[in-house]
């Protein structure tokens, strides 16, 4: 007799609650041995409630859950700390997340909503069902969820509002049947209490997402955060295209790259696409393969970009590359499955405070297009897309850029500096080396050579070719206007960010040595003649340097000694052929006396 008692109690239980997805669901407890949930004793009554039941629903975000085939059992109790952690990784309640509560006409009807809740997961399609009351909305607040009062009768919850961040909706929808008995056995020993004999008077329901942090694009150059380079042309730049995956990335059904690149650079290639995090070794990268992982749109190797830079170049700039320059980076269905299934495991290898990241690489390098001391800059945009919601597309805050330089110079008498002298050759040197042509440098310095700037050797002789040849050292040679310059080196002095967020300071010490000089004037072969190049250093004015340094067209001024001997015939030249005569004879006199008195 007891027994049966207890089995038609077990039944009641059902009928109360049949349909319901949650709390008795959204965990389901199926045959579950570890329920779980807190049922304190004033969240219970063994009479029926004669007023409402408090609701509270909470809804739970993680990076991914454990959840096993049987699912998770949960006892319509409040979930303590541990058992939430238990469910998952990074599992917290999270805020803002609205839902619209209909009342049902009967059991019979949830029961039908239970069985096809896809069929009624908007307010729309609810909505639409006759015999359905809207009663409200609740929004879960303050990491506490969100509380309901809740009178006798069938319920059905909506996710009707939620951050941007989460997908994959768990037990959304649900529904509840008021009042609810206990599902499980409360307490133990002599304080337990059998499974459907009391009423619970607050109840709580656990629907889950996964969620992920709000993905944002990131662009450096050199290296995972350093955002400025400066370099001599033709030297390779190899820029990040960067942006931080979300826990949620297997929710995403589109992750596209593209980059407009800008006149000034030239295209070269060497694309990696890997997963890891800011200064991950290779063993702890996640390689992508191009044509199965991603697909690659990218210009023939040596293409020269023509893109001018728009100004301003800024969040709501529109970009777009000519045929031929286009560069992007999509990510296949395999790709993102790749991201989902290495996602912990790059986690954790990184370590705290790091985030686990996408990145593409690609190298460029600076052209003769560059104009000397102006940044070029470099920006990409970040196109994604959530199953189920719109596509967003996002560009960096922060621009990377590259530069390169150069120097004017002239050579003038040091007696007379409006005076300008042609011929002079110098050899240029970085340190104790004497730097050498580079194409990218005959590139960058054709007018130059064409008008007679540089040379081939330190005796002035022309290029047989009409050009430098690649390798050889480079002449500097003054013109009939005693100009001269060089285009397209690194500057003096520039910091690089490194990954621990110190700056490494580079530093180039530059040099002219006059190997050659004009014909009636000297000077010392080994006399070194330092200058700087940076963002200034190639201006058409004086403005900034010190005084009698440059010439009102920003030309550097390096002097040479005049050997020429004064004219004759002047009245000095007289006045010092007769004093020395003087004195030549004075001392004969001297001498020949001092001999008459020996």
């Not at 961040?165 to 509840?176: E, L, M, Y």
């Not at 070269?268 to 800011?278: C, P, Q, S």
């Not at 190797?301 to 999509?330: H, I, M, Y």
């Not at 530093?507 to 010392?524: S, W």
Request: glycine share 10%.
């Amino acid at each position: 007799m007891k027994n049966t008692k207890k089995l038609l109690s077990l039944i009641l239980t059902l009928v109360m609650i049949i349909g319901v997805v949650a709390p008795l669901s959204a965990y389901a407890i199926g045959n579950n041995n570890n329920t779980i949930g807190t049922i304190a004793k004033d969240d219970y009554q063994k009479t029926k409630p004669e007023g409402k039941t408090k609701v509270t629903v909470h809804k739970l975000q993680a990076d991914n859950y454990k959840v096993p085939e049987e699912g998770f059992g949960h006892n319509g109790g409040k979930l303590e700390k541990e058992q939430l952690e238990g469910l998952g990784t990074n599992v917290k309640e999270l805020d803002g997340v609205t839902f619209t509560y209909y009342k049902l006409k009967d059991a019979a009807q949830l029961e039908l909503f239970k069985k096809t809740p896809k069929q009624y997961d908007t307010n729309e399609k609810v909505e639409a069902v006759a015999d359905v009351t809207k009663v409200g909305t609740i929004t879960t607040a303050n990491g506490q969820g969100a509380e309901v009062d809740l009178e006798e009768g069938y319920y059905w919850f909506v996710e009707s509002g939620k951050p941007t961040t989460v997908s994959s909706s768990i037990a959304v929808p649900f529904g509840i049947s008021i009042p609810v008995m206990n599902q499980t056995e409360i307490g133990e020993g002599d304080d337990l209490i059998p499974a459907g004999t009391v009423y619970l008077n607050k109840v709580h329901v656990y629907p889950k997402n996964v969620t992920g942090d709000e993905v944002i694009p990131k662009k450096t150059v050199g290296n995972e955060v350093n955002l400025n380079e400066t370099h001599n042309v033709g030297d390779v730049q190899t820029w990040f295209l960067q942006a931080n995956i979300p826990g949620n990335i297997k929710d995403y059904e589109k992750f596209v790259m593209s980059d407009v690149f800008f006149k000034g650079l030239t295209y070269k290639g060497n694309v990696k696409v890997y997963m890891g995090y800011d200064g991950a070794q290779d063993a702890q990268k996640v390689e992508l393969e191009k044509g199965v992982d991603y697909n690659l749109v990218e210009p023939a190797a040596d293409t020269k970009f023509t893109t001018v830079e728009p100004n301003p170049l800024d969040a709501t700039t529109v970009l777009t590359a000519p045929a031929g320059q286009e560069f992007s980076v999509t990510l296949t269905e395999a790709g993102l499955k790749k991201l989902a299934d290495n996602y912990q495991t790059v986690k954790q290898n990184a370590g705290e405070g790091k985030q686990v990241k996408i990145y593409a690489t690609v190298d460029t390098v600076i052209n003769e297009d560059a104009k000397m001391g102006t940044p070029i800059k470099n920006t990409y945009d970040l196109k994604i897309k959530i199953k189920g919601q719109d596509e967003k597309s996002k560009r960096p805050n922060d621009t990377p850029e590259v530069e390169t330089g150069g120097k004017k110079f002239v050579k003038v008498s040091e007696t007379e500096v409006t005076k300008k002298l042609a011929g002079a050759v110098f050899a240029l040197y970085d340190g104790d080396k004497q730097i050498v042509w580079t194409q990218a440098l005959i590139d960058a310095n054709k007018d130059a050579i064409d008008n007679g700037k540089f040379c081939k050797d330190e005796n002035g002789t022309v290029f047989a070719t009409g050009t430098p040849e690649i390798g050889k050292p480079i002449y500097l040679q003054s013109d009939v206007n005693g100009l001269f310059e060089i285009k397209g080196l690194e500057y003096s002095k520039w910091e690089k960010t490194e990954l621990d967020g110190n700056k490494t300071e580079i530093t180039h010490n530059y040099k002219l040595k006059e190997v050659k000089f004009p014909e009636g004037y000297a000077g010392n072969k080994d006399t070194e003649i330092p200058f700087t190049v940076n963002k200034t250093s190639y201006k058409d004015n004086a403005e900034g340097y010190p005084e009698n340094t440059h010439d009102a067209q920003g030309n550097m001024l390096v002097k040479n000694k005049d050997l020429t001997i004064p004219p004759t015939g002047g009245i000095g030249t007289v006045i010092f052929a007769v004093a020395g005569i003087a004195l030549m004879g004075g001392a004969f006199i001297a001498i020949k006396k001092r001999s008459a008195e020996e």
